[in-house]
């Protein structure tokens, strides 16, 4: 669907405030907001994407805002009081919002984060909340619940799993999600060596597919933002003769050169994974995922069909999984992404979820 100059909407959306857009520290959450601005731009809407000092994000402009980077939620445990360095880049991109509100339609708020959440009453701009993982802190849960219950459908979440680890779940609504297939090459031909791809950090059991590659003695390729060397350390100590490689944070051009020419993808979440975006790339370059049977993975893997779903935590179901890769048919892997995941179907559900809040805002006021 695209829109004519009438009913073009002015988007404000403000990125993540744990790192700059483009360097990795965001995670998922940087490739959500690109494509769903990139998607916006072409169906004729205006974006502006506020986001802190050094983001970058191909054809679309920044308001870069210098500050202090945020703590990533992640790292802190259920009881943790909301922390505000001085001089927060967080604070800094909503008073710019603030100040500039007037000039948008819709303000679309992409951090995991209590501030943007509590300030939505301040707001006379509607703001929708794209809510990136589950369930991590008591201030983080109860303000979103706050957010979800006073402004109906403004919440914003990836699957229902990722919904189920709050207790609001029925006031969230679902957007999957969805990337630019064309950048992913279809690879019908696999080398011998597996893939990890991921930032490099405790919940994401990087050591499980290190331990598979070990035990399977195929080659594994590992990709991603090293967020805790300590934690990379370990893994090279503790699985010293493991066939690994670590290639490093690519863009997305050159990931998926890499990951096209991979027999699976091995995705070994400990945390409920709110979707799985590196699930969608590997699909779309014709790798079939073998995951953890947990969070957004299951949503998202057809168990024999597109890859394996396997019990949670167990290296040996991993290991079976792999043993079983012959039967999954690569094509079957691109096609579930093109039919579910493209852009295009991201940037439907994404479009009529603004349109229902500025209605339900029109009919609130
Ligand atoms: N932590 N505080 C905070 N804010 C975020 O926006 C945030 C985060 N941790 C991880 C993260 N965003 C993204 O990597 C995920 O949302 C995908």
Redesign the pocket.
């Known amino acids: 669907m695209t829109t004519d100059q009438s009913n073009s909407l002015k988007l404000l959306f403000l990125s ?3 790192g700059a857009i483009g360097s990795g520290v ?4 940087e490739l959500t907001l690109t494509n769903i601005a990139q998607e916006m731009l072409r169906r004729g809407h205006i974006v502006t994407i506020v986001a802190p000092s050094g983001s970058v994000v191909k054809n679309i402009s920044v308001i870069e805002i210098a500050g202090e980077l ?5 790292t802190q445990t259920r009881d943790e009081p909301i922390i505000l360095p001085k001089n927060s880049v967080l604070a800094n991109m909503w008073d710019y919002a603030r100040q500039v509100q007037s000039d948008y339609d819709l303000i679309v708020n992409f ?3 209590w501030l943007p959440l509590y300030l939505t009453p301040f707001f006379s701009c509607p703001i929708a909340h794209l809510i ?2 589950g369930s991590l802190t008591d201030a983080m849960d109860s303000i979103i619940e706050q957010v979800a219950t006073n402004f109906l459908g403004t919440v914003g979440v990836h699957t229902l799993s990722q919904a189920q680890t709050f207790t609001f779940a029925d006031k969230c609504r679902c957007l999957a999600n969805g990337m630019d297939l064309s950048i992913y090459q279809f690879c019908s031909q696999p080398s011998d060596f597996l893939a990890w791809v991921g930032r490099i950090a405790p919940e994401k059991a990087l050591e499980d597919a290190v331990a598979a590659a070990q035990i399977t003695g195929i080659p594994l390729k590992i990709f991603g933002f090293k967020q805790n060397e300590q934690y990379w350390q370990e893994i090279c100590q503790k699985y010293a003769d493991a066939p690994i490689e670590y290639l490093g944070f690519l863009p997305t051009e050159e990931l998926q050169k890499e990951l096209g020419k991979c027999r699976a993808l091995l995705v070994t979440p400990r945390w409920v994974e709110a979707f799985g975006n590196v699930a969608i790339e590997a699909l779309a370059c014709g790798v079939p995922v073998i995951a953890y049977r947990r969070g957004g993975l299951t949503e998202i893997v057809k168990d024999g069909e597109t890859g394996f779903l396997v019990e949670p935590d167990s290296v040996d179901g991993l290991v079976s999984a792999i043993r079983q890769l012959d039967n999954i048919d690569r094509l079957a892997c691109r096609q579930q992404a093109e039919t579910e995941y493209s852009q295009q179907a991201m940037g439907d559900r994404t479009e009529q979820w603004f349109r229902d809040i500025l209605r339900g805002i029109r009919q609130y006021i």
């Open positions: 993540t405030p744990v965001g995670g998922g959450v945020q703590t990533p939620a992640q951090s995991y984060d990136s993982m």
